[in-house]
């Protein structure tokens, strides 16, 4: 090949030289991931976006420190989070989405004191924290962890402080309410108000703790839990699922809507009254027909550290093997002549090496050297895939 700088790229037979070491999920049929994939319900709204951040693997990082005690409750969590923090702006790992149950870090504080009085888990029993949907109000939180139901409803028949909830039953699951409407009032009581007066609905289960502000969508994941429309049901994204699920990730996004024409059109419009960011937009997303990817159906992409160095994850799910296999020289191609929006240049330039492969419809990138996750997952609110336009397609 002509070009000496150009990325090698792997044909495997496997992904198993890629991204990072397996879990072992002997134990677990659904996996790691799968047990909260499990649970978002098959519906466009959360078909767009599904984020997991895996605060086990982050309290793993080199450069991660036991916070110190604080002088109560709430100066304790804050250490706690500032530890988490530091362990990934030790690498220079951004993540969006950092919140439990919908509440970001700076907010979490007061709530997780509520939540340890009211139900007896606190931040340091979260695992992992989704969020399922892209545009506000109608998000679906869970958090995934060991719990002990029976412990969790004695916790809260003795908490005095705690507002009274109200037992309901959905296809024989019973569940918890605290109510979905802002009662400002009640905001940051214990044990489920939110910084909005929020109470919101909750299943407690010993793998996961489901909440949602939204009666119809927390049924609708019940519904999911017991095999009724879950979104693993999807056969793209039970493909992306099973190899998440064999990975050591710090975080991951799931999406169907993939980054077509009408989503780069979208984009350059919403923008363009940004000047710089709008111009770097326009420019990285300016690619010839011939140079994007051919189209595939859903996407993946994950973070997480490999021997000290970060490393963006990427699978797209393809209809066919031939689809994915030709992508693989059409990303490649992309990685030499593309560039970021994040700082315009090239994104060979911008990683220290790229490993491309497919396993039967699964095209499994790995990018080396450099953690580019923020870039393809947005903010609620926006979208589903960021900014970034390194996986166009026509």
């Given amino acids: 090949m002509s070009n000496p700088r150009r990325l090698p790229f792997l044909l495997l037979a496997t992904g198993a030289l890629l991204l990072a070491s397996a879990c072992d999920t002997s134990e677990d049929p659904d996996g790691r991931y799968s047990t909260l994939l499990r649970l978002v319900p098959d519906q466009a709204s959360f078909r767009d976006g599904v984020t ?3 605060y086990e693997a ?6 991660y420190e036991q916070p110190t005690p604080g002088a109560d409750d709430a100066e304790a969590i804050a250490n706690e989070l500032r530890s988490l923090n530091d362990a990934l702006q030790a690498h220079d790992i951004a993540i969006p989405f950092r919140e439990v149950f919908g509440t970001p870090w700076d907010s979490l ?15 340091a029993d979260v695992d992992l924290a989704m969020t399922a949907g892209t545009m506000p109000p109608r998000y679906l939180h869970a958090i995934g962890g060991e719990f002990d139901p029976a412990a969790i409803e004695a916790q809260l028949d003795a908490c005095a402080a705690c507002i009274e909830g109200e037992q309901r039953n959905h296809r024989g699951q019973r569940y918890f309410t605290w109510g979905g409407n802002q009662v400002l009032r009640e ?9 909005l007066g929020r109470g ?3 299943v407690f289960d010993s793998d996961y703790v489901l909440r949602s502000n939204f009666v119809d969508d927390f049924e609708a994941s019940i519904d999911a839990s017991q095999g009724r429309s879950s979104l ?4 793209n994204f039970a493909l992306l699922a099973d190899e998440l699920d064999s990975r050591d990730l710090i975080a991951l996004f799931v999406s169907s809507r993939t980054p077509g024409p009408d989503y780069a059109a979208q984009l350059i419009e919403d923008f363009a009254q940004n000047a710089a960011l709008g111009e770097q937009i326009a420019a990285a997303w300016d690619i010839p027909a011939e140079q994007k990817l051919a189209p595939y159906q859903a996407l993946a992409v994950a973070v997480g550290l490999s021997e000290g160095e970060p490393f963006t994850a990427i699978l797209l799910a393809h209809d066919s093997a031939e689809a994915a296999a030709a992508n693989v020289e059409r990303l ?3 990685i030499e002549t593309g560039v970021t929006v994040r700082d315009g240049q090239l994104w060979l330039d911008s990683i220290d090496s790229a490993d491309i492969t ?3 419809r699964l095209l499994i990138a790995t990018l080396r050297g450099s953690s580019h996750y923020s870039g393809f997952v947005n903010s609620p609110g926006f979208g589903a895939i960021g900014i970034e336009a390194l996986l166009a397609h026509e």
């Fill in 52 to 54: 997991i951040v895996d």
């Fill in 358 to 360: 497919t396993e039967g």
């Fill in 109 to 123: 504080p007061p709530n997780v004191v509520n939540w340890q009085q009211g139900f007896g888990f606190g931040l």
């Fill in 58 to 63: 982050i309290r793993t990082l080199p450069g």
């Fill in 187 to 195: 905001r940051l009581s214990p044990p489920a108000f939110d910084d």
């Fill in 232 to 235: 693993l049901g999807d056969e």
């Fill in 200 to 202: 919101g609905y909750f």
């Fill in 332 to 334: 490649n191609n992309r």
